[in-house]
């Protein structure tokens, strides 16, 4: 070996053993993030982040006295020293066991696992609401370089039981895609308020890791099945569902921020669209990119001299102070230079090279890189009047051991003793710009003998189930319980993986469990399920989705295999067309423009992606009756009732499993579902629930007409799926509003079919699944058009010309007395419910002003009462007086109750006022009040997008007095007669 190598080598570990190896704890392992105590904290507790970023010096050195010098004793030290921290990490987070247990099934904040420990002990140092621990990134990056450093050559795993361990850390990150954290920079949102938001520096670390451990032997070269490590596919292709919503945003809060460097580039590449890693790396320089470092986002105060050390968070408007002013970090030059290193980039090796030689910081003849460099106080105005153009000066953690570690790596590099392959034996690198051509695999399966000879006469061949045997045809749902058992460990007290349902991107492999060949049907074939899979039209569109959605995201070894189950109910006369259409374009091989495979399933099977999970704990797989289609929703089957389904469905409770799903499919597009009527800040659903959380939401917030409920959950289902196979519908859309989207399906029934709202709602329930699929897919597409149509038709006719100008208020005795409450007021006016004889004569006449009234769901036909009843009563009537209090008292809410008594009493006096008005529609009192709501709303909130803060607007309106709400009611009423409705 030359003496130069020789000299390289040894001023690495040189300088590695005094800045990492020394501060090396002999016990623990763990390394200290500095040894600095200041206002800004105690740097010596080992956080998890920075001591997995810390060893990689020591990780790369080792790779290279493994190249030259295999026999030296420093091969031995340094590899060990790697396997040390590494393991004395993995006791620390095992000794929190329970919280992994308790958060994959909770995604609490409070269950998070610990963030740091200290040094010495490996316990926590913080209680648990003392820190904001839950940073998924961090639990990411431990286990992305697990996998690397195993794969590198060192043994790290130990027993079963750290495997255990380690696949529950999978459960743990397996849902980062849609769970709010801490992030990298441990306080939440920009604001410091503690607030945990969805961070893409999370999102991406979590999606890297989970690529990189699945189907990840943890024992290395050992031959072992029990130390495979399984990944829920569904979990990868969300995760990159949520980077592409969100990038190149870092959250909600921070347009971007250099955290995500680590995942465009080196250690994650988590992101294979190439122009979205550019313009992400592009917003980062543009933005944040100084003369000593990066900034971490815009606005940051931390350590700057303007920020208060004493306060954890900021006040809102202080933010402004830190513009221009914000700390920089060597940190990120040293992620820029190694990516451009890892790229082979000559330009900015040499550029990022250069910037950080400037920034090294000597002690004791070591070049040292401080945490970060700040504006001294006094030149703090200079430097807001001119950026970049004053000095900064370090501050005193010197060095931040990670920067150190992630240059000396780049150093190694430089020196041509460490290749860019040695740190990456994963080839995470070659995921950027990677695309895998896949063509789903089709299988037509018949449920029995009789579809089989019905399908031959038609044309189709096909296999029954018994006929593939030994191979297992299994439902969805079947799957979800072997995931179960992935992780069980009763020693830890951890379980497996929480029950789901699985998607088609997970169910479409051969699965070998304990030896058994199985393959599962998509999950829209489960007969527990939903009666939307009795609709056959219906499940087609399904399915054309699910091969469109394969072959744009498959992204495992082999091809998707997904069969297509015929049932006897599907070649029904009112069902066969769509089936046959179907059958036939898949016979051709080319399915709405996606390219597919046909054949026997033996056959298909050879190419076919293959999942094995050899330890089921005992647990065994039980055939699946499949004659039990026949006894499930007999009526949907052979009438399709669709009215009577859903009403049954609703009285007996009845709830598609992929409820939670459909959730999740619009929360990581990020996107809030807003269910029921929406006037509770209770009812914006912005993180995963479980079905029963959501259909107790349901239960809570939505109204009382027929099988509402039931259709809600329908329309739930159809956005989950359409934001999932066309996104662009929801383009501008923040909040989905299933209530209103009803709405707008019942408003384009009634203009089409020139009924009245309550007959088209009528009408609505009594469609298919699929017809209301597609009602609600033409709404999305022409949203614009149709939200302005239902206004149109809100809109009222008077027969004279109208001159309305103020109307006086005239003050009640009531509201004489001092009211602090008006909200408080009304829930106990509402339940009360004192009104006078004259109240009810004043409605008598005001129904001989308009085609009649409708007192509470306007979608309810029993809430009408007609002016005809003027021919048949008299103002005084008792029999008029109960009929409209029945109709009063419908209405659940009793603060709702109380605003439309105020309503009818601002009407009456209108058209006492105005006598010369006459109404030609029936007057709404739910969309007067709802103009009334909008109008306050914008009126006083204008710098907020009314859409957006609905639930706000009605808090809002039950806080103004019975005056304010008058000239609102008026102003509503105004709006909507065509005459004077210029918007």
């Given amino acids: 070996m030359n003496s130069h190598l020789n000299k390289i080598l040894d001023k690495h570990f040189e300088n590695i053993e005094k800045i990492v190896l020394s501060r090396q704890n002999p016990i623990t392992g763990l390394l200290p993030a500095s040894t600095a105590i200041n206002a800004h904290g105690d740097y010596t507790d080992a956080w998890v982040r920075d001591n997995v970023y ?21 091969t031995y030290l340094l590899s060990q020293s790697v396997v040390k921290l ?57 286990l992305l370089m697990l996998a690397q450093m195993i794969a590198s050559g060192l043994k790290i795993i130990y027993t079963i039981d750290e495997v255990n361990f380690i696949q529950n850390l999978v459960h743990y990150i397996s849902r980062t895609y849609c769970t709010a954290d801490f ?28 690529e990189a451990l699945s189907n990840f032997n943890l024992f290395g070269n050992v031959t072992s099945k029990e130390s495979m490590i399984h990944v829920i596919p569904s979990d990868i292709a969300r995760s990159r569902s949520t980077l592409k919503a969100l990038l190149p945003r870092e959250s909600n809060s921070k347009e971007t921020d250099a955290a995500l460097l680590s995942i465009v580039g080196y250690p994650a590449y988590a992101i294979e669209d190439e122009k979205l890693v550019e313009l992400t790396k592009e917003k980062i320089v543009k933005k944040l990119e100084g003369n000593y470092g990066c900034k971490r986002f815009l606005l940051d105060g931390h350590q700057s ?70 504006v001294p106080k006094e030149l703090i105005e200079l430097e807001k009047q001119n950026p970049q153009s004053q000095k900064r000066v ?151 989705s699910t091969l469109k959605y394969l072959s744009e995201n498959w992204d495992s070894a082999g091809q998707p295999i997904v069969p297509f189950l015929i049932r006897s109910d599907m070649l029904d006369c009112c069902q066969q067309e769509e089936v046959l259409k179907l059958l036939n374009e898949l016979q051709s091989g080319v399915c709405d423009d996606v390219e597919i495979k046909i054949g026997k399933l033996e056959q298909l099977l050879t190419t076919a992606s293959i999942e094995r999970i050899d330890n089921l704990h005992g647990y065994e797989l039980k055939d699946f009756e499949f004659s039990s289609f026949e006894s499930e929703y007999m009526l949907a089957k052979s009438q399709h009732n669709w009215k009577e389904v859903r009403i049954s469905c609703e009285e007996k409770g009845v709830y598609d499993q992929r409820l939670e799903d459909a959730l999740l499919e619009i929360i990581i597009r990020q996107r809030v579902l807003a269910v029921g009527r929406s006037y509770s800040i209770d009812a914006i659903l912005q993180k995963p629930l479980d079905n029963f959380q959501i ?6 917030f939505s109204g009382n007409n027929t099988a509402e409920n039931v259709l ?147 979608y309810n036909i029993e809430n009408s009462i007609s002016s005809d009843v003027t021919l048949e009563s008299t103002a005084g009537e008792r029999n008029f007086d109960l009929k409209i209090d029945s109709l009063l008292q419908k209405i659940e809410a009793p603060e709702y109750r109380q605003l439309n008594v105020e309503l009818l009493e601002s009407l009456i006096k209108l058209f006492e006022n105005n006598p010369e008005i006459k109404i030609e529609e029936e007057l709404l009192l739910d969309v007067l009040i709802g103009h009334a709501v909008r109008i306050a709303w914008i009126e006083n909130h204008w710098e907020e997008n009314y859409q957006e803060f609905k639930t706000q607007a009605w808090e809002y309106m039950y806080k103004l007095s019975p005056q304010q709400t008058h000239e609102y009611f008026i102003k509503a009423f105004k709006y909507l007669l065509t005459t004077n409705n210029s918007q």
């Fill in 183 to 210: 992030g990298i920079w441990e306080r939440g949102n920009k604001i410091n308020h503690g607030d945990a938001e969805i961070n893409c520096s999370s999102v991406g670390m979590a999606k890297a890791a989970l």
């Fill in 394 to 544: 370090p501050n005193e953690n010197i060095p931040l051991v990670w920067a150190q570690s992630l240059y000396i790596l780049s150093d190694m590099i430089t020196d041509e003793i460490l290749n860019v392959s040695d740190i990456d034996p994963l080839n995470r690198r070659k995921r950027v710009g990677f695309t895998r051509i896949s063509y789903p695999m089709v299988a037509f399966l018949s449920q029995n003998k009789e579809v089989q000879q019905k399908l031959l006469n038609l044309g189709f061949d096909s296999e029954t189930i018994d006929e593939v045997k030994p191979v297992k045809i299994l439902h969805a749902f079947q799957l979800s319980e072997v995931h179960s058992l992935l992780g069980i460990n009763e020693k830890l007290g951890l379980t497996g993986r929480p029950k789901w349902m699985p998607r088609s991107i997970t169910t479409a492999r051969l699965h070998v469990l304990a030896g058994k060949r199985i393959v599962f049907l998509p999950h829209y074939f489960n007969p527990r399920g939903f009666y939307l899979s009795y609709d056959s039209n219906l499940l087609v569109q399904q399915f054309k």
């Fill in 86 to 142: 590494m393991r004395g990490l993995l006791t620390s987070m095992m000794k929190q066991s329970s919280k992994v247990e308790a958060f994959k099934n909770s995604l609490n904040l409070k269950d998070a696992l610990h963030a740091k420990y200290s040094t010495t002990t490996g316990d926590t140092v913080v209680a648990d609401d003392e820190w904001g621990h839950l940073q998924l990134d961090a639990t990411s990056l431990y």
């Fill in 305 to 374: 001299c303007l920020e208060d050390s004493s306060r954890l968070h900021y006040e809102a408007t202080e933010l402004k102070e830190f513009k221009n002013i914000e700390s920089e970090w060597p940190l990120f030059f040293t992620y820029l230079l190694l990516d451009a290193l890892m790229r082979k980039d000559s330009f900015d090796i040499e550029y990022y090279k250069d910037k950080l030689q400037n920034l090294f910081v000597e002690q004791d003849g070591q070049k040292l890189l401080p945490e970060l460099y700040y």
């Fill in 712 to 858: 809600i959950q329908e329309i739930i289902l159809h956005l989950g799926h359409l934001i999932r196979s066309e996104p662009k519908l929801f383009e501008d859309m923040i909040t989905l509003r299933p209530w209103y989207f009803v709405q707008l399906i019942v408003s384009r029934i009634s203009k089409d079919e020139f009924i009245s709202m309550a007959k088209a709602y009528e009408f609505l329930i009594k469609l298919s699944p699929h017809e209301i699929y597609e009602y609600l897919r033409q709404v999305l597409k022409a949203y614009r058009v149709e939200a302005k149509q239902m206004i149109d038709m809100e809109n009222l006719h008077s027969s004279n010309e109208l001159n309305i100008g103020f109307i006086e208020y005239c003050q009640s005795d009531t509201e004489c007395i001092r009211v602090d409450d008006w909200e408080k007021y009304r829930k106990e006016s509402g339940m009360l419910f004192r009104l006078s004889r004259d109240f009810y004569k004043g409605i008598w006449y005001l129904l001989q002003k308009c085609k009649g009234l409708v007192i509470g769901d306007k």
């Fill in 695 to 700: 259909l107790e939401k349901l239960k809570q």
């Fill in 54 to 74: 810390s060893i990689l010096c020591v990780w790369g050195l080792s790779l290279s006295y493994k190249k030259y010098k295999p026999n030296n004793h420093r």
